[in-house]
T-cell receptor
Framework: LAKTTQPISMDSYEGQEVNITCSHN???????ITWYQQFPSQGPRFIIQ???TKVTNEVASLFIPADRKSSTLSLPRVSLSDTAVYYC?????????????FGQGTELSVKP | KAGVTQTPRYLIKTRGQQVTLSCSPI?????VSWYQQTPGQGLQFLFE???????NKGNFPGRFSGRQFSNSRSEMNVSTLELGDSALYLC??????????????FGPGTRLTVL
């Protein structure tokens, strides 16, 4: 199973771009990288998923270098409502024994 | 498309009682998984159901059980409640395919408080 390492916390200000990097040195060839966002007392919300290079959707971008040993979630122009915990997950649901393994996540605090 | 729904959203029980939580997956999703989230342990996997069968199981005692119905709706039951069972219980659904990109979508959770 690919273990992930993320910063425990990050601070930012409204309007800034935030980049959260996740390390996953043991990523397997067929592993995808998925990011979730979680607000207090709510379920994690799927943000973005990718395999290599760059993926962009209406919420965020995901940058994955060629060696795939890390990935960076980029949130453009954050607002106060982006204050949440962000989880990086590596591996397919069924390749991990039919479950998702969540690490500590990164607690992002956006200030006015 | 409606998301994953969970009922009730909040629940207060006393030690020794039992509780049943309900989860309705996204339409078309056949896999339903349950997770427990606590401040100390984080998000932990309980079990997964697919086509009315428990397909995967986490490391929780037998007091935690579940089932899935033919319409893919799922229920989770906790018997003989303990104080340590106080947690946010999350349900997630997915297509249930064995592909690498089968994404799980979570419901809002049920907050269980055991007194």
């Amino acid at each position: 199973l690919a273990k992930t390492t993320q910063p425990i916390s990050m601070d930012s200000y409204e309007g800034q771009e935030v980049n959260i990097t996740c390390s996953h040195n043991n990523i397997a060839t067929n592993d995808y990288i998925t990011w979730y966002q979680q607000f207090p007392s709510q379920g994690p919300r799927f943000i973005i998923q990718g395999y290599k290079t760059k993926v962009t959707n209406e919420v965020a971008s995901l940058f994955i270098p060629a060696d795939r040993k890390s990935s960076t979630l980029s949130l453009p122009r954050v607002s106060l409502s982006d204050t949440a915990v962000y989880y990086c997950l590596v591996g397919a649901f069924y390749n991990q024994g039919g479950k998702l393994i969540f690490g500590q996540g990164t607690e992002l605090s956006v200030k006015p | 498309k409606a998301g994953v729904t969970q009922t009730p959203r909040y629940l207060i029980k006393t030690r020794g009682q039992q509780v049943t939580l309900s989860c309705s997956p996204i339409s078309g999703h056949r896999s339903v998984s349950w997770y427990q989230q606590t401040p100390g342990q984080g998000l932990q996997f309980l079990f997964e159901y697919f086509s009315e069968t428990q397909r995967n199981k986490g490391n929780f005692p037998g007091r935690f059980s579940g089932r899935q119905f033919s319409n893919s709706r799922s229920e989770m039951n906790v018997s003989t409640l303990e104080l340590g069972d106080s947690a946010l219980y999350l349900c997630a659904s997915s297509l249930g395919l064995a592909g690498v990109t089968d994404t799980q979508y979570f419901g809002p959770g049920t907050r269980l408080t055991v007194l």
